[in-house]
């Protein structure tokens, strides 16, 4: 019997076998959770499906979180199918090109950190405000996914770093808010991971090459491994956390000086 038997969680972001939100899926569904999952536009449902058939589901929403009837939407249609929530991972961010390279100072105009801070952090607060009615009383628990880079200056994270801090300050404010109502609200900063979304980042392979080296584990992560850290959180067995930021990244996070290059 797996932990998270019986419950059910909305999963969003999911965009290909190699992002992170399959990877908590996987390990949700191996723990015995029952899941949904939302896709952005029709240009991507198909894809979504493709891949909630993996997991055994058929349970999709249309979602852009940048549209608050879609968000409402999306939390009526899990009403009439399942009536409650145990758990919503928030895995969305989005970040225009010009925000992930070069400058920071001359390439972020005032249009990319709005559009960057909307759907990267406010997208999260957004998701709460419509879901908590569902989110189970003894129980509930909302996940978002964050970086390293929203502590430190990662070399063109850019824009995603400062809407990763952002993110971060917000899941603290919906834990303090959120906690008297029995729900609990969390984050995961991964290390990094091959993913779609980590293509659009200039010299990711080094920083790749650079964690190998440095973390304490001598190794880069897995998907499946943020997805364990996830379900533990979405779990009874994380009863007694919220606020939290968990790191899963072998470890790179304690480091300072005398790391290799």
């Not at 908590?24 to 449902?45: I, N, P, W």
């Not at 549209?67 to 009403?79: P, Q, R, T, W």
């Not at 952002?166 to 603290?172: N, P």
Request: aromatic share 8%; proline share 2%.
């Amino acid at each position: 019997m797996g932990f998270l038997l019986g419950k059910k969680i909305l999963i969003t972001g999911l965009l290909s076998d190699r992002s992170i939100a399959f990877g908590v899926a996987k390990v949700c569904k191996e723990q015995g959770a029952e899941l949904a999952f939302t896709y952005q536009s029709d240009r991507f449902e198909q894809r979504v499906r493709d891949l909630a058939a993996k997991f055994d589901s058929k349970l999709l929403f249309k979602c852009d979180v940048t549209v608050d009837s879609d968000i409402e939407g999306l939390f009526n249609g899990i009403a009439k199918e399942w009536g409650q929530l145990d758990g919503i991972l928030h895995s969305i961010a989005f970040v225009p090109k010009e925000g992930l390279t070069g400058s920071f100072v001359d390439n972020v105009s005032r249009e990319v950190y709005q559009v960057s801070n909307d759907i990267s952090s406010y997208s999260f607060l957004a998701l709460a405000k419509y879901g908590r009615k569902l989110l189970n009383k003894s129980g509930g628990s909302l996940v978002t996914l964050s970086y390293l880079g929203g502590e430190r200056v990662v070399t063109n994270y850019n824009m995603s770093g400062v809407a990763k801090a952002a993110l971060e300050a917000t899941m603290r404010y919906m834990a303090n808010d959120l906690g008297p109502e029995g729900i609990r609200v969390n984050a995961v900063s991964a290390g990094p991971i091959k993913t779609l979304a980590a293509s659009g980042i200039s010299g990711f392979s080094k920083i790749l090459d650079h964690i190998a080296k440095n973390a304490p584990l001598r190794r880069n992560i897995t998907a499946e491994e943020v997805g364990n850290a996830v379900a533990f959180l979405f779990s009874g067995l994380a009863s007694g956390i919220t606020g939290e930021v968990l790191y899963v990244d072998s470890g790179y996070n304690i480091m300072g000086v005398g790391l290799d290059g």
